[in-house]
């Protein structure tokens, strides 16, 4: 088992930055490849970015890239998602995940998941 505890949402104005944290426990976390996901009310869940175990692999959404960074610091057991020029369409519940081997866009794909923090942007 993997425990996944995300951290670092927020409110925050358009056009400010947040930084979430996950911290994972229980297994080897340089095993994993770890993704971020969001929820918006209404909305399916869907892929924000991931990351390799070595990081060297770090897939964004269109939507997010150039706005977004996803990180790990293996040391810490901790992978972390920059968030910058925040925009009032990245309100939602955000979700750190962790799959073995390869990253991948697929949600189902991932085997742990985090309980979510939300993202708040306003006007």
């Known amino acids: 088992q993997v425990q996944l505890v995300e951290s670092g949402g927020g409110l925050v104005q358009a056009g400010g930055s947040l930084r979430l944290s996950c911290a994972a426990s229980g297994r080897t976390f340089s095993n994993y490849a770890m993704g971020w996901f969001r929820q918006a009310p209404g909305k399916e869940r869907e892929f924000v970015a991931a990351i390799s175990q070595s990081g060297d692999d770090t897939p964004y959404a269109d939507s997010v890239k150039g706005r977004f960074t996803i990180s790990r610091d293996n040391a810490k057991n901790t992978v972390y998602l920059q968030m910058n020029s925040l925009k009032l369409e990245d309100t939602a519940v955000y979700y750190c995940?962790?799959?073995?081997?390869?990253?991948?866009?697929?949600?189902?794909?991932?085997?742990?998941w985090g309980q979510g923090t939300q993202v708040t942007v306003s006007s």
């Open positions: 995940t962790a799959k073995l081997l390869l990253t991948t866009t697929q949600s189902i794909r991932y085997t742990y």
